[in-house]
């Protein structure tokens, strides 16, 4: 029997009202920060908003004068130029003056809200409020809302991963080929803003492998045999992402490096500084995943803490047998690898680093932090399972992080705090220890802005 059309509405109109004060309310955030900047004349305060005038607008306004017949080999800034095209098109309709072009970088910030909100809902099937809030907690985060209001890559690069992981659960999800080529258009854009996206094609593959939908064929007598990967979609997912990579290294091809030959190679997180090609100067290649572990630690412990604390109470001591020998791995590997403040670091990690002795040549912040960050991935690990999304992305992440050069925070906080929103279950919200964690990192952000704000921390001019 067809349904009425008072059942209809009483089905329909919620779901539409909860989407409009998502919507609404996620853009709260972003209305006040134009509002603050007096309608995006002035420059936001974080850390490289330098990088905006020194690098990303010249390579606009060089864009917008070639905008059919660009110079893809020769511009000023070191990322891929996918970012710079798409304002230097911008421009074109409503001219260079700064605050028009930064208007697309507050919409892709608040796309990106708008995404998370609907990822974290298909994925974690959160109600609307949990959702709203943990989107909204990404977008005004130290690393993601700062980027927001000034014409830099990484929010579009950002805005891009969540698109590839909403494709990538879709294919988990049975919807073939076509849902995973989706995942790939992704990251081929992805990689076309930023080449340390690069990582994204490593998540792909491991998903391809490990959680592609299985077939159950059946024996002569009927019975199934064990579920078997299907060689038609794993081939086919690997010429996907093949053909993903190919824009990002025809650039690699043309400008003989990883870089463009314009461009400042010392801004370039995967090369040595002297030449622009793959390299690390002597750094170790341990630093820079350490550095995002540690972030692990802040950040799982606040969302995560509470629900892996009542595991291991419950657990007995063989519950610990795990987190201890993480933690005893990255007490070993700052024995190795000391991590230490180098001139030129930049994060709110490495500013609290500054203030306070070097124990053993690691900083004093990190002796803690990293061995509490490998503790918490190893109890991810067992409370997700090892082939879980969340895992293999900050697996994927981690690992692709041995090529980066620069310890940058914002290299890697955005990247962390998604994976570990993605692992919050719904039953987690509902801990006051959880939301008291949540309104932890709120307060981190805040205290971010208004270091900036009131001069405390001082950005590149």
């Given amino acids: 029997m067809a349904a009425s059309p008072v059942s209809v509405r009483r089905r329909v109109l919620p779901r539409s009202a909860e989407g409009w004060r998502a919507a609404a309310l996620l853009a709260l955030p972003f209305l006040a920060g134009v509002a603050a900047l007096r309608g995006l004349t002035q420059v936001m305060p974080t850390f490289h908003a330098g990088d905006e005038l020194t690098y990303h607008?010249?390579?606009?306004?060089?864009?917008?004068?070639?905008?059919?017949?660009?110079?893809?080999?020769?511009?000023?800034?070191?990322q891929t130029p996918l970012f710079h095209l798409l304002i230097?098109?911008?421009?074109?309709?409503?001219?260079?003056?700064?605050?028009?072009?930064?208007?697309?970088?507050?919409?892709?910030?608040?796309?990106?809200?708008?995404?998370?909100?609907?990822?974290?809902?298909?994925?974690?099937?959160?109600?609307?409020?949990?959702?709203?809030?943990?989107?909204?907690?990404?977008?005004?985060?130290?690393?993601?809302?700062?980027?927001?209001f000034i014409l830099v890559t990484d929010n579009l690069g950002l805005l891009l991963t969540v698109i590839a992981l909403e494709r990538l659960l879709a294919f988990e999800r049975g919807?073939?080929?076509?849902?995973?080529?989706?995942?790939?258009?992704?990251?081929?854009?992805?990689?076309?803003?930023?080449q340390?996206?690069?990582?994204?094609?490593?998540?792909?593959?491991a998903v391809l492998v490990l959680r592609a939908p299985e077939r159950q064929p059946a024996t002569a007598r009927g019975a199934a045999l064990p579920g078997l990967r299907q060689p038609r979609m794993l081939a086919g997912g690997v010429?996907?992402?093949?053909?993903?990579a190919m824009p990002v290294l025809a650039l690699v091809l043309a400008w003989h490096g990883l870089v463009p030959p314009t461009a400042d190679p010392a801004s370039c997180g995967l090369?040595?500084?002297?030449?622009?090609?793959?390299?690390?100067?002597?750094?170790?290649?341990?630093?820079?995943?350490?550095?995002?572990?540690?972030?692990?630690?802040?950040?799982?412990?606040l969302l995560h803490g509470p629900a892996l604390w009542d595991?291991?109470?419950?657990?007995?001591?063989?519950?610990w047998r795990w987190p201890l020998a993480a933690a005893g791995v990255g007490v070993v590997a700052l024995l190795v690898v000391p991590l230490a403040y180098h001139t030129g670091d930049e994060g709110w990690i490495w500013r609290l680093s500054r203030s306070g002795p070097n124990p053993l040549g690691t900083a004093w912040p990190l002796w803690p932090l990293v061995p509490l960050g490998c503790a918490l991935l190893a109890l991810l690990v067992r409370r997700c399972g090892a082939r879980s999304l969340p895992v293999l992305m900050l697996g994927s992440f981690l690992l692709a992080q041995l090529a980066t050069r620069l310890a940058?925070?914002?290299?890697?906080?955005?990247?962390?705090?998604?994976?570990l929103l993605l692992a919050l279950r719904s039953e987690q919200l509902r801990d006051r220890r959880v939301l008291a964690g949540c309104a932890g990192v709120a307060l981190l952000s805040i205290g971010f802005v208004l270091a900036f704000a009131t001069g405390v921390i001082q950005y590149e001019s």
């Fill in 311 to 319: 595991e291991l109470r419950r657990g007995g001591w063989r519950a």
């Fill in 196 to 205: 340390s996206a690069a990582w994204l094609g490593l998540l792909a593959f």
């Fill in 57 to 78: 607008l010249p390579t606009i306004e060089q864009f917008a004068r070639q905008l059919w017949t660009p110079d893809l080999v020769h511009y000023p800034a070191a």
């Fill in 239 to 244: 010429a996907l992402l093949a053909l993903a």
């Fill in 408 to 419: 940058y925070q914002k290299y890697f906080d955005p990247f962390v705090l998604l994976a």
């Fill in 88 to 148: 230097a098109a911008w421009s074109r309709v409503v001219g260079l003056e700064l605050w028009r072009l930064r208007v697309v970088e507050v919409l892709i910030s608040y796309g990106l809200a708008l995404l998370l909100y609907r990822l974290l809902r298909r994925h974690s099937g959160l109600a609307a409020g949990p959702a709203i809030l943990l989107a909204a907690l990404f977008a005004c985060s130290p690393y993601v809302f700062g980027q927001s």
């Fill in 175 to 194: 919807g073939g080929l076509a849902a995973f080529a989706g995942a790939c258009a992704a990251i081929a854009l992805a990689l076309l803003t930023r």
């Fill in 271 to 301: 090369c040595s500084p002297a030449a622009g090609r793959l390299g690390w100067a002597g750094d170790s290649r341990l630093r820079a995943p350490l550095y995002a572990i540690a972030i692990v630690g802040v950040y799982g412990t």
